[in-house]
């Protein structure tokens, strides 16, 4: 009877409904890792938000480690203003009444033409008089006097440029700089190239700079403006990371007004070849990226990526054109990816220390066949 009793109960237990919950979670739905987005205009990052039963307090949206909006109801939306040009990295997060969170995956938006190494943003001063994330840190405690701004007018080839008007220069040529803040990651190659003119001669010191005390400097170039031209490109190397540091032009050497334009930082270790095409409003590309370690000794890691899929074939050749060895032959759906070379042939033998080239053929099916190729050397 007992034994009825229990099976009856059993029973009834499994009858019982059990509600289940999928977890909450969140997913930027608008665009994908790597797209390419117009710049100066507003667009809409759309959010997929799976409330697992939750009632929802917020989606907040990042970029670039710092919050940029929150949307509080939906439709789970966030319309992002006059993005200026640059490199971005964002990532959503959905926030219950009850503090449980859930994060998105971290994809990268590039706004404009640039490499996925860009460090600075705005630096063509072409979305209107907007200055962000640029400032004046102008010293008025010792006396310096002054203002910049965007000029929408025809002067570098484009419309939009930077104008500093300098009415005191104060005591040194710190007192009057024009700012970003650009964190260095230590190791990593930087290279600096911008147009400038000025009034007359002008002597200008540009600095990369940690924004708090002791205000370590790890590299400092002085460039005389003499005219409308393209001035660098200067190369440094970061001595160590610094998430606080900023790239800053000293101009209070003398009252000379200055013009900026087309400013641009890149991060060498992030620098590609790449092809590109138009489709449905958004770039797409193949892009084939610096080596690293370059030179290496025994191995080092060829990073790529598509945008779709396509037959591919990653190749190294020497410096008179011979096929060294086949890397890959064969299909890759979109994405990122990496191959490694171990500095040896298709018969595994160890080749000579000197320069060689990597091809990247890739065949998509939809036009002609792409062909993308960098350096990198090998010392034994």
Known sequence: MRSCILILSILALLMIPVRVHAEMSIAIVSHQDGDFVTPCVDFDVVFDVQTGGETIKDVRLYSNGSLKGRVRTAPWQYTWRNMAGGVYRIQAQVTATDETEAWSDLITLRAGSVSRGEKVYNGNFDCGTTLTPWNMNVNATNGAVATGEVIEELYFDDVG?????????????????????????????YNLTFLADADDKKLVRITMQENQDPWFVQWTQEVTIDGADEYGPFEFIAERTDP??????????????????????????MTSVKSMELRAGLVQEYELSAAYPNPFNMNTAIPFSLSRTAEIKLSIYDMLGRLVKNLFTGEKGPGHFQLQWDGTDEAHHVVPSGLYFYQLSINDGRRSPVQLMRKVVLMK
């Open 244 to 269: 606080s540091n900023y790239i800053r032009f000293n101009l209070g050497e003398d009252v000379t007004p200055v013009y900026l334009d087309k400013i641009r930082l890149v991060d060498q270790s």
């Open 161 to 189: 440029y930077m104008f500093i008007e300098i009415t005191n220069r104060g005591s040194a040529d710190w007192h009057v700089q024009f700012q970003q803040p650009i964190p260095v990651d230590s190791g990593h190659v």
